[in-house]
């Protein structure tokens, strides 16, 4: 991995969510950060404070039209939020949040780095229509983004009715995951907890709070402003195999493969990981079908998730990039919850041994028992998403990974790049 | 209807649950518990009251289901 890489932006449709990022800069300019004045011009101005809680239904019936749903990869409807919110009892909190746990995911530190206006409009737009006067952006520690949205906030002194401020969470996998969201705000430790409440009804310190991811509030902005034109708007990772990033615009329903050469990236004869490293192999005879849609394959049935595309290289082995992958994710586990404690490891373990060709007997027969065990016992699901992966395995690499239980050798090798890259990203630069 | 439910995060894995209400509860390869069965009448209901009650952790408790 270089220490040190740049985001390319671009876009398969004229830009909506990049527009004035993209449009009007010349091609050799990298893009930047469009300020408030130039935001304003291209987006206009959300809903004014005074009475905006009366607007409530408009809104809920705006973003249901325009199925506005979560972009943290768990697509639940906005809307539906938003409502259980304004129907709960006390002081409601605002929270977007932008800790990006996929760890090849950098579709909403592009959106922070450019757009940060969309994300705060409709924060802000979400806090006026709830009567709520506090929003929080939870960042991971050390976020590239840090800067681009201070700066952002610093422009945003008129809209005084609400106070913006950032929290910082700590740099791992399950920061993200909204338990762990509402109990690092609550002065605990960012870790998940086995939800019993919505936080819509009781989250943070017991207060009805929104959750959502930022590109969700990004969405949520652009469907109010624009309406029909926001409709399927999508901001998608695409990875090279060197791990570079490249952030594509579509609009759901675009060929897989068109994002992929918005992004300039050959993906012939390349296996793709679709939707996170706790998400689905497809193979390269798969892309031709793939949709970036809320469904990326309907059979077997590939999930959008963070929209991440990562091309492989076709000379490393699925089997060990996935056991690479597996044992990282493994690593990445809170320790909360014994099936994920003590399941992910023996799943990762049995894999790496797989991919030596030197397993032990039982190795493939327990992938297939332990799989569906760890599924749903756990407070969040990082061990559902990681037991997602390795089934994707079986499905599109089942004959390859018996072969290596069967102890074939295999003349295909480690990835040389990927794993565990985070995001080592200084900036954007045009493609 | 009760439905029995794992608090997973307080769940250490003592395994009393899968001692008291077998014919409801057995245990994964690590020692924690799989719900195989849901109380489903009086006497089975019993038995998973006999088994959120076990916990040492109280890791357990049964949620109505409506």
Same mark, same amino acid.
């Given at each position: 991995?270089?220490?040190q890489?740049s985001?390319t932006? *671009?876009? @398969? ?5 990049f527009?004035? /990022? ?6 050799a ?9 130039e ?11 005074k ?6 239904d408009?809104a809920?019936?705006?973003?249901q039209h325009g199925?506005?749903k ?14 259980s919110?304004a ?6 909190l605002? /929270?977007v949040?932008?800790a ?10 592009g959106? %922070? ?20 006067? =506090?929003?929080?952006v939870?960042?991971?520690?050390g !976020?590239?983004?840090?800067a681009? %949205? =201070?700066?952002?906030?610093?422009e945003r002194?008129?809209? *005084?009715?609400?106070t913006?401020?950032i ?7 399950v !920061?993200?995951?909204?338990?762990s969201v509402?109990?690092g705000? *609550? ?8 939800l019993?409440?919505?936080?819509s009804?009781?989250g943070v310190?017991?207060?009805?709070t929104?959750?959502s991811?930022a ?8 469907t109010?402003?624009?309406?029909e034109?926001?409709h399927?708007r ?6 090279n195999?060197d791990g570079q990033r490249h952030?594509? =615009?579509?609009v ?5 493969s068109s994002? %992929? ?11 793709? %990981?679709v ?9 390269s ?6 949709t970036?849609?809320?469904f990326v394959l309907?059979?077997?049935a590939?999930?959008?998730g963070v ?6 290289d076709?000379?490393w082995c699925p089997v060990? /990039? ?6 990282w994710l493994?690593?990445? !586990?809170?320790?909360q ?9 023996a799943i990762?373990?049995?894999l790496?041994?797989?991919a030596?060709?030197r ?6 027969a ?17 061990p ?8 994707s395995?079986?499905?599109a ?17 480690a990835? @040389?790049?990927?794993?565990a890259?985070? *995001? ?5 630069r045009s493609? | 209807?009760?439905? &029995?439910?794992v608090d ?5 894995g ?6 008291m209400a077998? $014919?409801l509860?057995?245990?994964?390869d690590?020692?924690?518990? &799989?719900i195989?069965?849901q109380? $489903?009448?009086? +006497?089975s ?7 959120? $009650? ?6 357990l +408790?049964l949620e +109505?289901?409506?």
């Amino acid at each position: 991995m270089s220490a040190q890489s740049s985001l390319t932006v *671009s876009s @398969t449709h004229p830009p909506l969510t990049f527009a004035g /990022v993209l449009s009007g800069a010349s091609s050799a300019a990298a893009p930047r950060r469009l300020p408030l004045r130039e935001h304003q011009m291209v987006h206009g101005v959300p809903l004014p404070a005074k009475k905006a809680h009366r607007h409530l239904d408009d809104a809920v019936a705006v973003l249901q039209h325009g199925v506005v749903k979560g972009r943290g990869g768990a697509n639940f409807p906005f809307a539906i939020k938003l409502e259980s919110t304004a129907g709960a009892r006390g002081n409601p909190l605002v /929270v977007v949040n932008a800790a990006e746990g996929e760890p090849a995911s950098a579709k909403d530190l592009g959106l %922070l780095l450019l757009a940060p206006h969309l994300v705060l409009d409709g924060a802000i737009t979400s806090a006026r229509l709830l009567k709520c006067k =506090e929003i929080v952006v939870w960042l991971h520690h050390g !976020s590239p983004a840090l800067a681009s %949205l =201070e700066a952002a906030i610093g422009e945003r002194r008129s809209d *005084s009715d609400v106070t913006i401020r950032i929290a910082q969470a700590p740099d791992r996998f399950v !920061s993200g995951q909204v338990t762990s969201v509402v109990q690092g705000l *609550s002065g605990g430790t960012a870790l998940p907890y086995s939800l019993r409440f919505q936080p819509s009804i009781k989250g943070v310190k017991g207060r009805p709070t929104l959750v959502s991811n930022a590109e969700t509030y990004a969405l949520v902005a652009l469907t109010l402003q624009h309406r029909e034109a926001a409709h399927g708007r999508l901001l998608t990772t695409v990875m090279n195999t060197d791990g570079q990033r490249h952030i594509v =615009e579509t609009v759901k329903g675009t060929p897989v493969s068109s994002v %992929l050469s918005a992004a300039g990236v050959d993906a012939t004869g390349a296996p793709l %990981l679709v939707g996170g490293y706790a998400g689905s192999w497809i193979t390269s005879d798969q892309i031709q079908h793939a949709t970036a849609d809320d469904f990326v394959l309907r059979d077997p049935a590939v999930r959008l998730g963070v929209a991440l595309f990562a091309v492989a290289d076709p000379q490393w082995c699925p089997v060990v /990039v996935t056991a690479q992958i597996a044992s990282w994710l493994a690593g990445q !586990s809170a320790g909360q919850c014994g099936p994920c404690t003590f399941g992910l490891p023996a799943i990762a373990d049995a894999l790496s041994r797989l991919a030596k060709s030197r397993p032990a007997t039982t190795d493939r027969a327990n992938l297939d028992r332990w799989l569906p065990l760890v599924r749903g016992r756990g407070a969040c699901a990082h061990p559902d998403g990681t037991a997602g992966l390795v089934a994707s395995l079986l499905v599109a690499y089942g004959t390859h990974l018996n072969d290596h239980a069967a102890g074939k050798g295999c003349h295909r090798g480690a990835a @040389t790049a990927w794993p565990a890259l985070r *995001s080592a990203i200084s900036g954007v630069r045009s493609r | 209807m009760k439905k &029995i439910v794992v608090d997973w995060v307080a769940c250490d894995g003592h395994g009393l649950c899968a001692q008291m209400a077998p $014919e409801l509860i057995d245990l994964d390869d690590w020692g924690f518990p &799989i719900i195989t069965h849901q109380p $489903e009448d009086q +006497r089975s209901n019993l038995l998973a009251q006999s088994a959120v $009650e076990a916990c040492p952790v109280l890791a357990l +408790r049964l949620e +109505r289901v409506d």
